[in-house]
């Protein structure tokens, strides 16, 4: 196992002084982690394109669906700060293939059940398990990724997550289909689906360490490469070599002649920051606009517009991947607009600011589409600048999380979680309302776009260079 308080900084006594190319490993653990994020997508959102199948063949109804779909959020949203905790206390290499292994369990549970509360068990459990899956990416990000290449980086595992779920709800809903090619049964695809996320944990344990001076195959220039931009690269190191208690010792007191805070400290500046505070609060909105098209939107094509489930999942899938040109856009500009203006703040929150702006415009504007196709296309447009605001929150968040970054992704993204847990239940009874009265679906985009405008508000009381977690202690005299 990895040993999860070795300095991410020292350098490897592997290389020589003739190592002048970097190596790349850093790209494949970019790509491993991103492949991650994506198949996490396929026990995730399954149950989205086979929303109404499931109802069929189990009796349920949008209620009961709904509830399923928040016991996932539930425990994604419970287990965001211990998720982040495992991949810091044990090492990332040990807790990204951990909870690979068990989501991918849960899921099989999923399709081995017919009660519904204990499907909501199984759903509950994959959204624990799922949950240390960001924190632990953006710790990984920290230890492995130069500063000036994070906004692509991060981009590039958000992207992979839409990527993820368009195919995922596209793929299900071509295969659930009764009267397409194939007819599977949904447990089948279920359990398919599970045998990813096991297979992918094996390798990537085989592959990877937690530190990039911990890896036989990450040279000299390559370390130096990745710690160029840290805070502390200037730090005397110790070797590889050192014995485990002396590099600890070591590690202790170079924490200690940081301004980091910890304990106490540490919550009293976390609870007081307004960057921080807003910094949630744009990722609750932002995680319920992205919510409806992974959980309600393909049910809404089938309601409103009577598309079958071949067709509507490939429609679902319009926004996101749209999501994922704009994360990929996003990433390079939030690095170049850093690089040419050297300002956080405008690379971070106004590049959000703006994006988010006009996707909530746009999400309105599609309310008066005539087909579902339109509403699709519009909305996917809308999408695409959505996802322009997600390396800027990775990028926030990493920068106001410091040597923290585990623990601040984990409580930005436990706020997004929450969207999870209440817009599932709220759209499942409203969809049963509007069935019943015959209303008008319209309203639910008006809402969908409210989510958009607000998460842009909120980026404007974002600070990116105003580090709670680097403040020095405040202790009375």
Not at 264 to 275: G, N
Not at 311 to 317: D, V, Y
């Amino acid at each position: 196992m990895d040993e999860p308080n070795a300095s991410p900084i020292r350098p490897t006594s592997k290389s020589t002084d003739g190592d002048l190319r970097p190596t790349r490993v850093r790209w494949i653990v970019l790509g491993l982690v991103s492949f991650a994020s994506a198949s996490a997508y396929l026990t995730r959102y399954c149950i989205t394109a086979a929303n109404t199948t499931i109802q069929a063949d189990l009796g349920f109804d949008d209620g009961d669906m709904g509830k399923l779909m928040s016991a996932f959020g539930f425990g994604y949203l419970l287990c965001q700060i211990p998720g982040g905790w495992l991949g810091s206390r044990f090492g990332t290499r040990f807790g990204f293939a951990f909870i690979s292994i068990f989501w991918s369990l849960c899921n099989a549970w999923t399709a081995a059940v017919s009660v519904i509360w204990i499907m909501g068990a199984s759903r509950f459990f994959l959204g624990v398990f799922q949950a240390g899956l960001t924190p632990i990416s953006a710790k990984i990000l920290k230890d492995w990724i130069p500063l000036a290449n994070r906004g692509k980086s991060s981009a590039c595992i958000g992207a992979c997550m839409s990527v993820g779920g368009a195919f995922t709800i596209g793929l299900t809903g071509w295969l659930v289909e009764p009267t397409g090619p194939w007819g599977y049964d949904w447990r089948a695809i279920f359990a398919a689906y599970s045998l990813v996320g096991i297979v992918w944990a094996i390798g990537f344990y085989w592959f990877f360490r937690t530190y990039p001076r911990d890896h036989r195959n990450v040279n000299q220039a390559e370390l130096a490469l990745i710690n160029v931009s840290e805070p502390a690269a200037g730090r005397p190191s110790a070797s590889a070599d050192q014995p485990e208690k002396t590099r600890e010792n070591d590690f202790e007191t170079t924490c200690e002649s940081d301004a980091t805070l910890s304990g106490s400290d540490l919550a009293r500046s976390m609870l007081s920051s307004r960057s921080l505070w807003a910094l949630c609060i744009q990722s609750f909105f932002r995680a319920a606009g992205y919510a409806f098209f992974v959980t309600w939107f393909f049910a809404f094509l089938e309601y409103s517009y009577d598309v079958d489930k071949q067709e509507a999942g490939w429609l679902n899938s319009l926004p996101l991947l749209a999501v994922v040109a704009g994360s990929l856009s996003g990433g390079v500009l939030v690095d170049l607009l850093l690089h040419r203006t050297g300002s956080k703040w405008l690379s971070r929150s106004g590049t959000a600011f703006a994006a988010l702006t006009i996707c909530g415009t746009l999400t309105m504007v599609s309310a008066w589409t005539s087909s579902a196709l339109q509403l699709s296309v519009v909305m996917g447009i809308g999408a695409l600048f959505s996802g322009l605001a997600s390396p800027a929150a990775w990028a926030a968040t990493i920068d106001l999380g410091g040597r923290r970054t585990a623990l601040f992704m984990g409580t930005m993204n436990m706020a997004g979680c929450l969207a999870g847990v209440v817009l599932p239940m709220v759209l499942g009874e409203w969809f049963e309302q509007i069935k019943q009265s015959e209303g008008d679906w319209s309203q639910v985009i008006f809402l969908h776009a409210i989510f958009y405008f607000a998460g842009a508000i909120s980026w404007l009381f974002i600070n990116p260079n105003d580090s709670p977690s680097e403040r020095k202690p405040q202790h009375p005299v």
